[in-house]
């Protein structure tokens, strides 16, 4: 068969071939016109050259395997050489990933530190004028009960909602991948200057939110330590509103803006009525593969909501 035929069946480009006969890697025989003729054989070695190039091993070691191919065995790596070329391609991955690993750990120290700098819990010069009240829970708040609201949350599937986040990107609920994202949801947070709704103390699981989210914003690099890959707080207040938070508070993470309550239509979340608008009831989710794993609900008290959070993710290790 002819060079454009092997690339198409083996899935690579003719470039590709050309390079993998310069390290003779694959060995055509030559007509006697000159032109080169492959063979099936030749498809199925520059296939396998292809898998072991997603599984990161580099082409110019692929050699011990396209050698035991030769040799007949059934598979590639049937032979003691490619067996060791397995653990070396393992071993430098895993140096990989310790270095990886190492420069996550600095960076998110980084975050924290900055996140932290300057963040004086309750000081008016340093969150702004007037929040500290925002910041502290009255002593009488009336506990929330479970009403049974979020009992069909575990296992939902999660709808394909794109929401903007605080540094205006689309998020979609239902692709945040396979590593744990936390999502706590809440009505709303208070602001210097702004009232809360009248009577907000009176309803049960309404105020405390400020609160909640400094948890989570001290417990944040505990967090992704214990197995979160992300940590997103969500509302009905609109993205600028938002940005004046997570610039106050210094939060380390993005928060979502729902002013439509999609995600509360999509998956059924309990919701309240204050000052005649529609809010969302505080709940956490905890989001993996698309489908809700766990479900906190109702959340009391909400400055100490991060810890429970944290616990459960160190007691149901991946």
Known sequence: MKISELARRAGVTTKAVRYYESLEL?????????YRNYTEDDVRLVREIRTLQRL??????????????????????????????YREAIDELTERIEALTARRATLIGNLNAA??????????????RGSGEYLTLP??????????????????????????????????????????????????????GTDLPEGWNSIPGARGCTPETCGFRDHFQDLLEAGAGRVFGLSSQDTDYQNEVVERLRLPFDMLSDPALSLADGLGLPTFEADGRRLFKRLTLIVRDGAVEHAFYPIFPPNEHAQQVLTWLREHPL
């Open 26 to 34: 694959i060995t055509p025989e030559r007509l006697s016109n000159g």
């Open 56 to 85: 990161g091993i580099p082409v110019e070691r692929t050699r011990p395997f396209l050698e035991c191919l030769a040799a007949g065995r059934p598979y590639a790596d049937d032979c003691p050489a490619s067996l060791a070329s």
């Open 115 to 128: 996140a932290h700098r300057g963040s004086g819990v309750g000081s008016p010069e340093e969150t702004g």
């Open 139 to 192: 002593a009488d708040l009336p506990v929330p009960e479970d009403d049974g609201a979020a009992d069909q949350l575990p296992g939902a599937k999660v709808p394909p909602i794109v929401l903007r986040n605080t540094a205006d990107k689309a998020i979609r609920l239902d692709a945040l991948g396979p590593r744990r994202a936390v999502i706590y949801i809440y009505p709303l947070t208070g602001r210097p």
